[in-house]
């Protein structure tokens, strides 16, 4: 694990998010909670995000996790990531 | 379920109402066949098929019984939608699009205003219309232009403008479920699904639908402005609905549709092998080959599409199982794989006849069958879908 605190993990999560996400406002602007498909993520974008928490964490999303309420916020891309890792 | 909604002359009724499948081959026999031709020549709205699948009470079919509908299965009216394509395609394309917005609002519409419309549409057999389709974004429905819009000082009230590129049947429906962005500064994919009836919607004609098949589908483009109250909005998010209901929905209505075109070919096909072999005693006909081929092909379509309706019928209330990548590719599949069979079949169907076929005053005419099957394509690209797919396969993991 390389996180060491939830913190550093939705940092590491933002930060790709800012990459790949595509989102209409500002990361910064969003908390933990807020609706990220709201906020813009199309599916599209989900697919780039979730190669990219591949990449980045060495882990593979198994089926159960591919839908929407797994990339619907922050927290709930954190949770995932924790999971697998 | 509020009991005020069941209308007790409805309810009595129940009884006497034909079966589906009976009412399907009447309507088609007496009305969608006498009157196809001349519906697409004209590119006019088949009215007397409607008409009599009105009495029939076969448009509120998918209306749960207490609501005063039939309670029929998706399967049920997927079926009618195929037998009625075998004489008007236009009749038939009419019936499915009605029943995806039917589903939609029987699966996502539990408000107390949103059980009315079921009601109301039962006990009146109401059309139903779609306008998803939109100048600026075409075919990719999941995207808007056009967002509900809050009317100042009047925060339960709302407006839409939509260039709506393409309604079938918009004149002739009681309401159309438009989609729209969920509000001014919402993203293009945040997306409501917005329930406007016609008398309290302006549609101002923008195109003329004069087209190689479904003429009589009447799919003019319209600038859509209506006027409403917050209640007509689904309360679920689009998404979801796209996902569980109207992308499955239309693929599954559609694919039998096609699949009833595909049969109608190869029965014309086969009707004239069994004349050829009368008159040519002791020969087989060389046609023959070909017709079992075509014969042994729709049996493999009709798998495909009858198969397919049974599995989404198995998950179709289990929403993680209907929120899975590999369920919106294999309903994707099913459009695609369809969709290419019908013009293959119709096309083969054709050529095993010949001449007969290719006659427009022959009782073995493949024309308007043709025509039609080449709509599969178009209504929504393939490319487009396929596209749509690709992406999910670059993360899916789970046996397709
Ligand atoms: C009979 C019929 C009835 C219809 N009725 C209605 C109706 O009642 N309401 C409604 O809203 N709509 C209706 N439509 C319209 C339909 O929903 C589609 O909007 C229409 O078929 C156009 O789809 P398309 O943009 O995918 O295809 P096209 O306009 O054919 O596609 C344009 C181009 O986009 C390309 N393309 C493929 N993939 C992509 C991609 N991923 N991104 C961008 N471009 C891509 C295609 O290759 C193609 O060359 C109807 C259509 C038909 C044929």
Redesign the pocket.
């Known amino acids: 694990m390389k996180h060491s605190t939830i913190t550093d993990l939705d940092a590491t999560v933002r930060d790709l998010l800012t990459r790949h996400g595509r989102l209409r406002v500002e990361i910064a602007s969003l908390s933990r909670f807020d609706d990220l498909h709201s906020a813009g993520l199309t599916s599209h974008a989900c697919v780039d995000l979730m190669l990219a928490l591949e990449d980045e964490f060495d882990i593979e999303f198994p089926e159960r996790l591919l839908k929407r309420q797994t990339f619907a916020s922050v927290a709930n891309l954190s949770d995932a990531v924790l999971e697998l890792t | 379920m509020p009991t005020t909604l069941i209308d007790p002359s409805a309810l009595a009724t129940i009884g006497a109402r034909r079966p589906l499948v009976d009412v399907a081959q009447t309507v088609g026999a007496e009305f969608a066949a006498v009157h196809g031709a001349d519906v697409d020549r004209h590119a006019r709205f088949p009215s007397e098929a409607i008409e009599a699948l009105r009495r029939e009470r076969a448009l509120g079919a998918l209306i749960p019984i207490s609501l005063g509908g039939r309670g029929a299965s998706l399967r049920e009216v997927a079926i009618v939608g195929e037998t009625l394509a075998r004489s008007c395609a236009s009749t038939a394309?009419v019936y499915a699009?009605h029943q995806i917005q039917v589903n939609c609002i029987v699966r996502h519409g539990r408000t107390p205003f949103l059980l009315e419309v079921l009601a109301d549409a039962a006990a009146h057999e109401r059309l139903f219309?779609?306008?998803?389709?939109e100048a600026g974004v075409?075919?990719?429905?999941r995207a808007s232009v056009c967002a509900v819009d809050p009317i100042p000082d009047q925060p339960q009230r709302f407006r839409i403008e939509k260039q709506?590129s393409?309604?079938?049947y918009g004149e002739y429906a009681h309401a159309i479920l438009a989609t729209a962005r969920r509000a001014p500064e919402s993203a293009a994919g945040d997306q409501s699904l917005v329930y406007v009836p016609r008398d309290k919607t302006t549609l101002e004609l923008t195109s003329e639908w004069d087209t190689f098949g479904?003429r009589g589908?009447c799919?003019n483009g319209f600038v859509l402005r209506a006027e409403g109250d917050r209640h007509q909005i689904l309360p679920d998010a689009y998404a979801d609905i796209s996902t569980q209901t109207m992308l499955p929905t239309s693929h599954v209505v559609w694919s039998h549709l096609w699949l009833g075109l595909a049969t109608e070919a190869v029965s014309r096909a086969r009707a004239y092998l069994r004349a050829q072999a009368r008159k040519t005693l002791g020969t087989r006909p060389t046609s023959a080959v070909a017709v079992a081929a075509l014969v042994a092909r729709l049996a493999e379509m009709r798998e495909l599409v009858h198969g397919a309706a049974r599995d989404y019928e198995l998950i179709a209330d289990d929403p993680e199982q209907l929120n899975r990548i590999g369920f919106a590719i294999r309903a994707n599949n099913l459009k695609i794989s369809a969709s290419n069979m019908v013009v293959e079949i119709v096309t083969e169907a054709m050529s095993a006849i010949g001449m007969s076929a290719y006659r427009e005053d022959s009782p073995y005419s493949i024309g308007r069958l043709l025509r039609d099957a080449h709509?599969a394509k178009?209504?929504?690209?393939n490319?487009?879908i396929l596209?749509?797919n690709a992406q999910w396969l670059l993360v899916a993991k789970e046996e397709l």
């Open positions: 394309m699009m219309a779609s306008a998803t389709t075409g075919g990719a429905v709506a393409v309604i079938s479904f589908t799919s709509g178009a209504m929504i690209h490319d487009r596209g749509a």
